[in-house]
């Protein structure tokens, strides 16, 4: 995905959620004050999503007066993941179908570490036997681990993939009624 993201930090899920889709997402920490995310926003030029209608208005008008690209900034008023999805999609002219798979092995994105936002490689099963539980090394045929040698998570296709398409399933029901 050719986006950079910069979600602050209300927006912790939609954050984790955008990574698992393949897009490049830093979530701010809490502790960070609106003046540091703007040092982090101008130097990584990233798109800011937030719901921080202050700090999108004064964001909003450096992106103006310095005559850099409004897109920059999506001010996002929902609590609602599905709704943060829709208006993100939107935002970008993005089709929640192209995120939609009838099979895993359709999925044409390199998903990223949810935790970490580093990109994930399709494993070996072998190489992870003694990583994981005995159950899902037996349930499961395909493994990702983290490219992060800090974070190193192991993913693997539960339950969770089937949680993930119902809101992008919710996502597409909000586009067909516009």
């Known amino acids: 995905m050719p986006y950079r993201l910069y979600a602050d930090a209300m927006f912790g899920s939609l954050g984790k959620f955008l ?3 393949g897009f490049d997402t830093l979530i701010a920490p809490d502790h960070l004050l609106d003046k540091e995310i703007m040092v982090d926003l101008i130097s990584s030029k990233r798109l800011l999503i ?13 992106l103006e007066l310095n005559h850099l690209d409004h897109k920059l900034i999506l001010y996002i008023p929902s609590t609602i993941l599905e709704d943060q999805i829709y208006y993100f999609f939107r ?4 089709k929640s179908s192209h995120f939609i798979w009838n099979d895993i092995n359709q999925i044409s994105f390199l998903p990223r570490c949810s935790k970490c936002n580093d990109l994930l490689n399709e494993i070996d099963k072998e190489t992870i036997k ?5 159950g899902t090394y037996s349930r499961f045929k395909k493994f990702w681990r983290c490219n992060s040698l800090k974070c190193n998570k192991i ?7 089937d949680s993930i398409l119902e809101v992008l399933m919710s996502v597409k029901k909000k586009e067909n009624l516009l």
């Open 19 to 21: 990574r698992i889709l």
């Open 50 to 62: 937030t719901r921080d209608l202050e700090f999108s208005k004064i964001y909003s008008k450096y």
């Open 91 to 94: 935002h970008l002219g993005i």
């Open 130 to 134: 003694n990583d994981i539980s005995e």
């Open 155 to 161: 993913y693997w296709i539960g339950r969770h993939w």
